[in-house]
């Protein structure tokens, strides 16, 4: 079946270090949305990307979009201790409808301060 | 700003025993979904809910759970006799309209079967 791949699944880094994860599906996605989720607390989102090679940024984070939908990253310069959390990226169901989101395993990062 | 609500925060209920998740999503919000996380891994789908009615449900999303929007506000998540793998948080979450829409997610529920 359709899976979302996250890579890596944990990052220890030093504060003021960068921080990459990578989502890949398995299928083209219509869209890419990315959650994040602090310690003991509920996935928020962050951003969604619809077109193919669309990049957003949002203060220090840079959000793309694969060429051919299938792959994202998202990349934190200078990291901080309040960017610790899980971040998680999904994409619909292919052939779902009414957002049946498919999560990836999400990449837990860790800042030392 | 709007949140999703959820109660209780808390569950614990013994295997067997019928549980009632309750969500209070954004008011102008039209989806409505249901979401599991077993402690330390991902996100699941379990359950959509559009126009009264299910719009689409996952394989875990079996005979044991159920979904009510019984009345302007609330939508609950029932799980008829517990397992103990049932055992997880349990997230509300709604948008505004469909997959191109972000969804807002609740505190969530965390349900314990003893």
């Known amino acids: 079946g359709q899976q979302v791949m996250q890579i890596p699944q944990y990052q220890h880094v030093q504060e003021g270090e960068d921080f990459t994860t990578y989502c890949n599906s398995s299928t083209t996605l219509s869209n890419i949305q990315?959650?994040?989720?602090?310690?003991?607390?509920?996935?928020?989102?962050?951003?969604?990307?619809?077109?193919?090679g669309e990049v957003k940024k949002q203060k220090r984070l840079t959000f793309q979009f694969g060429e051919a939908k299938k792959n994202s990253s998202l990349h934190i310069t200078a990291t901080q201790t309040t960017d610790v959390g899980t971040y998680f990226c999904a994409g619909p169901r292919y052939g779902g409808s009414q957002g049946n989101l498919i999560f990836g395993k999400g990449t837990k990062l860790s800042v030392k301060p | 700003e709007p949140e999703v609500t959820q109660t209780p925060s808390h569950q614990v209920t013994q295997m067997g025993q019928e549980v009632i998740l309750r969500c209070v999503p954004i008011s102008n919000h039209l989806y409505f979904y249901w979401y599991r996380q077993i402690l330390g891994q991902k996100v699941e789908f379990l359950v959509s809910f559009y126009n009264n009615e299910i719009s689409e449900k996952s394989e875990i999303f079996d005979d044991q759970f159920s979904v009510e929007r019984p009345d302007g506000s609330n939508f609950t998540l029932k799980i008829r006799s517990t397992k103990l793998e049932d055992s997880a948080m349990y997230f509300c979450a709604s948008s505004r309209a469909g997959p191109k829409y972000e969804q807002y997610f609740g505190p969530g529920t965390r349900l314990t079967v003893t």
Do not use: E
């Open chain 1, 34 to 52: 990315w959650y994040k989720q602090r310690p003991g607390g509920h996935p928020v989102f962050l951003i969604q990307l619809v077109k193919s």
